[in-house]
């Protein structure tokens, strides 16, 4: 057996096998360790961007529900707005038609007074004409001349009272 050449090859091969074996599975260990690290850190990397994905989406869903409750406070100050804005109109249009209102039957009781005024001095002096015409034919010269003494004395007792 010791003579055999065939022995020594196969001790030489197991010899070579075990003085290769451990440098070798030094190496495949130290790689797969390598790749172990390298896929639990990739799996760390995608999980903490899958909470930062998280905590993104939940801050955009903040976001939009903040802006859908801004939009919402935004149209109802718009209507609020909108309606102040139209009972101010209402109002001011109102009192506009009130103050033209009040200015015609201003014009209107003007116009009235004006006409009811022409009517009196037209009624006056008619009247007026009328009395001198009727004491000019009724009247003699004696008679207009105590009627004219009789007024002025009327006239002084007015003007002392």
């Not at 009130?98 to 006409?115: T, V």
């Amino acid at each position: 057996m010791f003579s055999d050449p065939q022995f020594w090859v196969a001790v030489a091969f197991f010899v070579f096998i075990l003085a290769i074996f451990n440098p070798v599975k030094k190496i495949l260990v130290s790689n797969l360790d390598n790749q172990i690290k390298q896929i639990t850190n990739n799996i760390t990397e995608a999980e903490n961007l899958k909470n930062e994905a998280k905590i993104t989406l939940s801050e955009i869903k903040q976001r939009q529900s903040d802006v859908q409750k801004e939009i919402e406070e935004l149209k109802v100050e718009a209507k609020n707005k909108i309606l102040q804005i139209e009972n101010f109109a209402e109002k001011k249009l109102l009192d506009q038609i009130q103050k033209r209102q009040n200015l015609a039957e201003a014009k209107i009781d003007q116009l009235a007074r004006d006409a009811n005024l022409q009517i009196h001095n037209h009624i006056t002096s008619t009247s007026i004409e009328a009395t001198v015409k009727i004491l000019e034919k009724k009247l003699n010269k004696e008679e207009k001349q105590n009627l004219i003494n009789f007024s002025i004395k009327e006239l002084n007792l007015v003007l002392k009272n």
